[in-house]
């Protein structure tokens, strides 16, 4: 799993100001990675990427491959905060990623919910009225291609969330 957003600053603790883009090729990239003690992770590191060196994947063994364990039921989750502007109304999301998975139960799902939602490790997000399931399930795609959208953002007061969330059952399985 890969991914490259828009905007252009980033500042810990506070929401990043758009637009926005990260390659993940700096020293930092203050997304925070939830993954508890799950066996696969959220990482950035250089076992993959579609361009440049480095990107955010999942990985069961801190980074040094793109492969997760198909037997260890996971559910993590790479998000990052963002600040509204004045007189904005709606954002362009963009990334590419890869995912090969398990059709019905192995797969990336981003969300758009409000920088108040914090996502719990091992619980999946379910969808309400500021908690949006942007794409569905992202799987069945071993070639890097590019997702993007426009989203409204006009039920988000000052800032909203982005959610990268990695789900795989525990059962059969196909890397990356």
Not at 17 to 43: C, D, M, R
Not at 107 to 114: A, K, N
Not at 149 to 175: A, H, K, P, Q
Request: charged share 15%; glycine share 8%.
């Amino acid at each position: 799993t890969d991914k490259s957003l828009y905007s252009a600053y980033e500042f810990v603790n506070n929401p990043t100001a758009i637009p926005y883009t990260q390659n993940f090729e700096g020293a930092t990239h203050n997304w925070q990675l939830s993954n508890g003690t799950s066996t696969n992770k959220w990482v950035v590191g250089t076992a993959v990427n579609n361009g440049g060196a480095k990107s955010l994947y999942v990985s069961n063994d801190n980074g040094v491959t793109n492969n997760y364990t198909i037997t260890s039921t996971s559910v993590v989750h790479a998000y990052k905060d963002f600040g509204i502007p004045a007189n904005i109304s709606e954002i362009t999301l963009g990334f590419d990623w890869r995912a090969l998975g398990e059709s019905c139960c192995d797969y990336i799902r981003v969300w758009l919910v409000p920088s108040s939602f914090t996502p719990t490790v091992g619980t999946q997000i379910t969808a309400a009225n500021d908690r949006v399931d942007l794409f569905g399930n992202m799987n069945m795609d071993a070639v890097f291609k590019r997702q993007q959208l426009i989203r409204n953002i006009t039920n988000y007061t000052g800032s909203f969330r982005i959610v990268f969330e990695w789900r795989n059952d525990g059962s059969v399985g196909t890397m990356p």
